[in-house]
């Protein structure tokens, strides 16, 4: 593990491995230990990387995987919002690499290259039961540089399998982490608005019928926007408005 300081994430802690089971579980035994300030986890490669919904998230060498710790106490409410701010700043990364014109959104955090998963974000967190704000929270986000997934529910794609000028995971991580200090400052001075909009504008089959299973139910309807807590709003075919604050979506 080397530990090292780049300038434009000064104040984040940035530790880089050649191999470990999950960023996100490393992220979690360092709050576990009691650190404190903002940590950047890098791994070249995971043995037991987590997707969504205990998925396993795939992870030979050659993409990005990297977990964001945010050690200080977040209000709960906050947490989906920076689930968006990442998304934007994978997105916007993406777009100054690949053409702003491929990079898509997925409700409610998957960003796409020609219609097809580039990337997904995982957040991890804990609370004290009851308590509405969360100890600590991190944002895991795996970007498919050069490998990806076959036979996946919903279609997955790599940098290097659309085309896309070859760029290697380092000098990913920097745009990344660049666009992520960014909007993360947007967001902080001027709040969610700006970074919903900037969702919006790419978030893909806005205003048509788009299939969304929930925890508990399977829903069809118009997808009509992202509401100000990052919730899906969907309207169904009777015109009934449904908020939904987690699920996955289907076309
Ligand atoms: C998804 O299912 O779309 C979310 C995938 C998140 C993957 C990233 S890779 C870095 C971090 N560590 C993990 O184990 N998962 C996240």
Redesign the pocket.
Same mark, same amino acid.
């Given at each position: 593990m080397t530990k090292t300081i780049r300038d434009w994430f000064a104040s984040y802690n940035l530790l880089i491995f050649d191999e470990i %089971?999950?960023? =996100?579980?490393e992220a979690r035994r360092l709050v576990e230990e009691g650190v404190a300030g903002d940590f950047i986890v890098w +791994?070249k490669k995971?043995l #037991? &990387? #987590? &997707?969504?919904?205990g998925?396993q998230?795939i +992870?030979p060498e050659g993409n *990005?995987? *990297? +977990?964001i710790l945010l050690a200080q106490p977040i209000e709960s409410s906050l947490a989906a919002q920076l689930s968006f701010v990442t998304a934007v700043a994978a997105g916007e990364a993406l777009s100054s690499i690949v053409g702003a014109d491929r990079i898509g959104y997925k409700w409610p =955090? %998957?960003v796409l290259l020609n219609g097809k #998963?580039l990337? &997904? @974000? *995982?957040l991890e967190s804990q609370s004290v039961a009851s308590s509405t704000v969360l100890d600590f929270l991190v944002i895991? @986000? &795996?970007i498919n540089i050069k490998n990806f997934p076959e036979g996946t529910d919903y279609p997955a794609t790599s940098m290097q399998a659309e085309g896309a000028v070859s760029i290697i995971n380092d000098q990913m991580l920097d745009i990344f982490m660049q666009h992520f200090c960014y909007w993360r400052k947007q967001w902080q001075e001027r709040g969610f608005e700006l970074i919903r909009e900037m969702w919006l504008e790419r978030a893909i089959n806005r205003g048509q019928v788009i299939t969304v299973n929930t925890p508990n139910e399977r829903l069809s309807g118009v997808f009509e926007t992202l509401q100000a807590d990052g919730s899906l709003e969907l309207k169904l075919a009777g015109g009934q408005v449904c908020k939904i604050a987690s699920g996955e979506v289907y076309f």
């Amino acid at each position: 593990m080397t530990k090292t300081i780049r300038d434009w994430f000064a104040s984040y802690n940035l530790l880089i491995f050649d191999e470990i %089971d999950s960023t =996100n579980d490393e992220a979690r035994r360092l709050v576990e230990e009691g650190v404190a300030g903002d940590f950047i986890v890098w +791994s070249k490669k995971q043995l #037991k &990387g #987590k &997707g969504r919904y205990g998925r396993q998230w795939i +992870s030979p060498e050659g993409n *990005l995987y *990297l +977990s964001i710790l945010l050690a200080q106490p977040i209000e709960s409410s906050l947490a989906a919002q920076l689930s968006f701010v990442t998304a934007v700043a994978a997105g916007e990364a993406l777009s100054s690499i690949v053409g702003a014109d491929r990079i898509g959104y997925k409700w409610p =955090n %998957d960003v796409l290259l020609n219609g097809k #998963k580039l990337a &997904g @974000i *995982l957040l991890e967190s804990q609370s004290v039961a009851s308590s509405t704000v969360l100890d600590f929270l991190v944002i895991g @986000i &795996g970007i498919n540089i050069k490998n990806f997934p076959e036979g996946t529910d919903y279609p997955a794609t790599s940098m290097q399998a659309e085309g896309a000028v070859s760029i290697i995971n380092d000098q990913m991580l920097d745009i990344f982490m660049q666009h992520f200090c960014y909007w993360r400052k947007q967001w902080q001075e001027r709040g969610f608005e700006l970074i919903r909009e900037m969702w919006l504008e790419r978030a893909i089959n806005r205003g048509q019928v788009i299939t969304v299973n929930t925890p508990n139910e399977r829903l069809s309807g118009v997808f009509e926007t992202l509401q100000a807590d990052g919730s899906l709003e969907l309207k169904l075919a009777g015109g009934q408005v449904c908020k939904i604050a987690s699920g996955e979506v289907y076309f």
